[in-house]
């Protein structure tokens, strides 16, 4: 506690040094990118993590070397591929690579072409691979070809459906996950694939024991490897105390038993009330403080200080810093593998490094803390890295599957549920799956 004390206190000695520091050379007021290293990429992002979160995040890519993890976009009718780029925080060099293209060119513009557009990402966050699987189901790979004149991408059509056959795979975990899986015969981005499905629900490098089992139901072209192309339809980790299951449905989401959305859901304001924005994201914004052109990116509401701040989603606290120069008090919070939030300029903090916080749950009072022009809350969300607009991107929100929907998912699931139980109800072909070695 002492120590606590003191160290707090040197904060605060160097907060007041390096605030009028701060005014003198002209950092943004209140935005602290500018101080704070942060997330430009994937590999600072690696870096820059240090929570349990990171640990089984590095775990998974550590060891997926040719499985660089597939990020699935579900593009709603209204939709073209410039705003998912916009969505997703995508580069826009990249959307111009693709524009390039004759057969791209059409779903640029045109909202309800696409149905289901997945992407691979190289360290600094180019799309190196992207896949659109169209309303009528033809899929479109293009890959990116780095060459001499600059980048290009290529394009090949798969409009011919090649048969598809169901296999199962299943191990004991005897050491860790990937070393079980592996000898389960699971490919790298299968294994990226599991993990992203149940990211919300497991950090893969805490709370995976020896002992628990997981079963998977792959879809893979028949006749073809257990390759990077396999698709999970379900899935099941038998813990201890609990047994977790994802089950695909046709909309390429995964659901629970009971037809309910996998994983995070967020709220839309990281307040209790609503209140109006003061400052809305903005990455061409002219400062208010320093009259420059400064990205804000973050969304600002005027609240009174002491205003109750809440986490969006459920996540795991990676900061909780005392009297920054720029960003004041603050919290910044993992939610599973892809996105951080963080909220600013708080009077207190009420939760800690490496807590696990709750949708909802209070982490701190609004105030005025840091270079801040009033007393306000600043909330900002990136995705992979990059600063996205939090009113106005697609944040998955608590969904539930009902009606004729949920009856259509109960036949699926039962089903998947069969097979992943009974390896006779499998009819293609079963992989002999053989148990890990001790
Ligand atoms: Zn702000």
Do not use: C
């Not at 920054?324 to 600013?344: C, F, M, S």
């Amino acid at each position: 506690m002492v120590f606590i004390r003191k160290v707090a206190k040197t904060v605060f000695l160097s907060f007041l040094i390096s605030f009028n520091y701060a005014f003198s050379s002209v950092v943004a007021a209140d935005d602290p990118m500018d101080s704070i290293s942060l997330l430009n990429n994937a590999m600072e992002l690696e870096s820059y993590l240090s929570s349990p979160a990171r640990n089984s995040l590095l775990e998974i890519l550590d060891h997926s070397e040719s499985g660089i993890l597939w990020h699935e976009y579900e593009v709603s009718p209204d939709e073209n591929l410039t705003t998912v780029f916009i969505n997703e925080g995508l580069m826009q060099a990249d959307l111009n690579l693709l524009m390039n293209i004759p057969q791209s060119a059409g779903w640029i513009s045109q909202p309800g072409e696409i149905d289901i557009l997945r992407y691979q990402l190289s360290n600094d966050n180019r799309v190196i691979k992207l896949e659109i699987t169209t309303v009528s189901g033809e899929v479109l790979s293009f890959s990116k070809v780095t060459q001499a004149g600059g980048d290009t991408f290529t394009v090949t059509v798969d409009d011919k459906k090649k048969p598809l056959e169901t296999v199962r795979i299943g191990g004991v975990i005897k050491h860790s996950f990937y070393a079980s899986a592996k000898v389960a015969g699971l490919s790298p981005s299968a294994m990226s694939e599991f993990a992203n499905i149940f990211q919300w629900q497991l950090d893969f490098s805490r709370d995976i024991h020896r002992g628990d089992r997981f079963e998977i139901l792959l879809e893979k072209v028949s006749g073809d490897q257990l390759a990077d192309d396999t698709r999970i339809l379900a899935a099941q980790i038998y813990q201890q105390r609990r047994t977790l299951t994802a089950i695909r449905y046709n909309d390429g989401r995964y659901y629970t038993l009971e037809g309910k959305l996998l994983g995070r859901t967020f709220l839309r304001l990281p307040l209790k009330e609503e209140y109006p924005v003061s400052s809305g994201f903005d990455l061409s914004r002219q400062h208010p403080i320093i009259g420059q052109i400064r990205e804000h990116k973050g969304t600002d509401w005027a609240v009174p200080v002491g205003s109750p701040v809440i986490t969006t989603a459920d996540g795991i606290v990676v900061e909780s810093v005392v009297g920054h120069p720029t960003a004041g008090n603050y919290i910044e919070i993992q939610h599973g593998r892809r996105y951080i939030t963080r909220y600013l300029h708080l009077s207190q903090l009420k939760v800690k490094a490496g807590q696990q916080v709750r949708r909802g749950e209070v982490i701190g009072l609004s105030g005025n803390s840091g270079l801040s022009t009033g007393p306000h809350l600043h909330y900002e969300v990136y995705v992979d890295g990059r600063p996205v607009d939090a009113m106005r991107a697609k944040l998955r929100t608590n969904r539930a599957l009902g009606g004729s929907e949920l009856s259509g998912f109960m036949q699926v699931s039962s089903r998947y549920l069969n097979m992943l139980r009974n390896e006779e109800a499998l009819v293609d072909a079963t992989v002999n799956v053989p148990s890990e070695a001790s």
